[in-house]
């Protein structure tokens, strides 16, 4: 493969790759891409793997930039999975075949897709509590985000259980969704170094909703004004993430739950500190902090 520009042919260290070649990230910005090699969306930089420079000139020729590339390769992620699912159900109702009819009618679709995603969790680079509570979650839909879970050990505490887990979309990137006993994290492990990680804890959640489409859902997490949106869930999982969540909070305000609480007395200063960094990340509102900091010193 040529290691220089395509375009100008110079080298740089900063290139978007094609399947035969380069393009330096000040092509990039010339070009109707419109952002640099470092900027780019994941999605894009995959997409634009798949392109020879010919197809590459003549994707920029009809108005392609990053944002269309990055659409594509949702479109082309989507509808690998969903080849990927109806491919496990077909190999799930053969292995059920010689069972009794009514035991295949029981037999549920996301219990076929998780027997069949076991074996592949088990192969998995991370922890082996993780990869229990993933199986014992039912867990099927883990596409890209194997850097994902491999961090997974690093972020859960002592305390916290696996309670289901998916790949979803967010801002544009696949990220790895995870609901615990005590927070929905989200983690995106960046392609150089370094890994984005956000979350929710499940006491400031208001709502949990979920929309279904042909091949994918998305789920829509509410925290006071905040909504987040997690979309291209597969189809099968994304009512499941939904329910699982809204479960895990009704659970956290159960009576054994919330008498717990009560006996146990929280250090203050650490209290404020873990919703100011809630405030920063832009997961709870201003009056939101306040309000808690108020509670919290009893004011």
């Given at each position: 493969m040529?290691?220089?520009?395509?375009?100008?042919?110079?080298?740089?260290?900063?290139?978007?790759?094609?399947?035969?070649?380069?393009?330096?990230?000040?092509?990039?910005?010339?070009?109707?891409?419109?952002?640099?090699?470092?900027?780019?969306?994941?999605?894009?930089?995959?997409?634009?793997?798949?392109?020879?420079?010919?197809?590459?000139?003549?994707?920029?020729?009809?108005?392609?930039?990053?944002?269309?590339?990055?659409?594509?390769?949702?479109?082309?992620?989507?509808?690998?999975?969903?080849?990927?699912?109806?491919?496990?159900?077909?190999?799930?109702?053969?292995k059920?075949?010689?069972?009794?009819?009514?035991?295949?009618n029981?037999?549920?679709?996301?219990?076929?897709?998780?027997?069949?995603?076991?074996?592949?969790?088990?192969?998995?680079?991370?922890?082996?509590?993780?990869?229990?509570?993933?199986?014992?979650?039912?867990?099927?839909?883990?596409?890209?985000?194997?850097?994902?879970?491999?961090?997974?050990?690093?972020?859960?505490?002592?305390?916290?259980?696996?309670k289901?887990?998916?790949?979803?979309?967010l801002?544009?990137?696949?990220?790895?969704v995870v609901?615990?006993?005590?927070?929905?994290?989200?983690?995106?492990?960046?392609?150089?170094?370094?890994?984005?990680?956000?979350?929710?804890?499940?006491?400031?959640?208001?709502?949990?909703?979920?929309?279904?489409?042909?091949?994918?859902?998305?789920?829509?997490?509410?925290?006071?004004?905040?909504?987040?949106?997690?979309?291209?869930?597969?189809?099968?999982?994304?009512?499941?993430?939904?329910?699982?969540?809204?479960?895990?909070?009704?659970?956290?305000?159960?009576?054994?739950?919330?008498?717990?609480?009560v006996?146990?007395?929280?250090?203050?200063?650490?209290?404020?500190?873990?919703?100011?960094?809630l405030?920063?990340?832009?997961?709870?509102?201003?009056?939101?902090?306040?309000?808690?900091?108020?509670?919290?010193?009893?004011?």
């Amino acid at each position: 493969m040529n290691k220089k520009c395509l375009m100008c042919g110079k080298s740089s260290l900063t290139k978007l790759k094609l399947k035969d070649g380069v393009v330096c990230s000040k092509c990039l910005k010339k070009s109707n891409w419109g952002k640099g090699w470092a900027t780019t969306p994941n999605a894009a930089l995959f997409w634009a793997k798949t392109l020879t420079f010919n197809e590459f000139q003549e994707f920029l020729a009809n108005g392609g930039n990053y944002k269309t590339a990055t659409q594509n390769w949702i479109k082309k992620r989507t509808a690998k999975t969903q080849a990927k699912s109806d491919k496990i159900v077909e190999n799930s109702k053969e292995k059920l075949s010689n069972i009794d009819n009514k035991q295949v009618n029981t037999h549920s679709l996301d219990d076929a897709m998780a027997q069949n995603e076991t074996e592949k969790i088990q192969k998995m680079d991370t922890s082996e509590k993780v990869k229990q509570e993933l199986i014992a979650a039912k867990v099927f839909d883990l596409t890209f985000v194997k850097k994902e879970i491999k961090a997974l050990p690093e972020v859960l505490d002592n305390t916290e259980t696996i309670k289901y887990a998916c790949s979803g979309v967010l801002d544009g990137h696949t990220w790895l969704v995870v609901c615990t006993n005590k927070r929905v994290i989200f983690l995106n492990k960046n392609m150089i170094v370094g890994m984005d990680q956000k979350e929710i804890p499940l006491a400031v959640i208001n709502a949990v909703s979920y929309s279904k489409q042909f091949v994918s859902g998305t789920v829509s997490i509410t925290n006071g004004a905040n909504v987040t949106g997690i979309e291209k869930i597969n189809a099968v999982a994304a009512p499941i993430m939904a329910k699982t969540i809204r479960e895990q909070m009704a659970a956290i305000k159960s009576p054994t739950q919330s008498q717990t609480v009560v006996q146990s007395t929280p250090d203050v200063p650490d209290e404020i500190r873990k919703y100011k960094q809630l405030l920063d990340d832009d997961i709870i509102t201003q009056e939101e902090f306040d309000a808690k900091k108020k509670e919290l010193l009893n004011l």
